[in-house]
């Protein structure tokens, strides 16, 4: 019974977590502290605490260690964390469905066609932000910059050009 309450609980939280995972937070705190008290408060801030020190979101993080301290298992662990994230893969694959049964409607068509431009400008927007004298520090950030800016014109591969990147920058700093 303990395993299908984890894999609920992770399952509402996943479900009415919207904002992320510091919005996140309090839902969490209130379902494995005071609900059910899988966890004290002391726990539940020293998860929080390590997630954000570790790769990951923060409820995929903290249902991992509740799912785990909870019920003293792997499998505790594996179905609070497939709890957190089943409504995101299910809804994903509704709308995946619908697109796909919906893709050659002609309005369908021209909305996704018109998104487009506003998804390159949401990318741009987001590239422009991080262009500030705190991320370029001297004149070799720049120069990585304009390497990785021309290759990616060109078409390199993402991957290569973030390795490369991180290469450069640990030689060159």
Request: charged share 10%; hydrophobic share 55%.
């Amino acid at each position: 019974m303990l395993y299908l309450q984890l894999f609920l609980t992770f399952f509402k939280i996943g479900l009415f977590g919207f904002g992320g995972g510091y919005a996140m937070i309090s839902l969490i705190q209130t379902e494995v502290v005071t609900d059910h008290a899988w966890i004290s408060s002391a726990q539940f801030a020293d998860i929080i605490a390590i997630s954000q020190v570790t790769p990951g979101p923060i409820a995929i993080n903290s249902a991992t260690y509740i799912g785990y301290t909870a019920t003293g298992s792997v499998w505790g662990s594996a179905l609070a964390t497939f709890g957190v994230c089943a409504p995101s893969l299910i809804i994903m694959l509704i709308a995946s469905r619908f697109y796909l049964k919906m893709k050659d409607n002609p309005y369908v068509a021209q909305v996704m066609k018109a998104l487009r431009p506003v998804v390159i400008g949401l990318i741009l927007a987001a590239a422009l932000l991080l262009l500030t004298p705190d991320n370029f520090i001297d004149w070799k950030s720049y120069v990585i910059f304009g390497a990785v800016l021309i290759a990616a014109v060109r078409k390199a591969s993402p991957i290569l050009l973030i390795v490369l990147s991180g290469a450069a920058g640990w030689l060159l700093y």
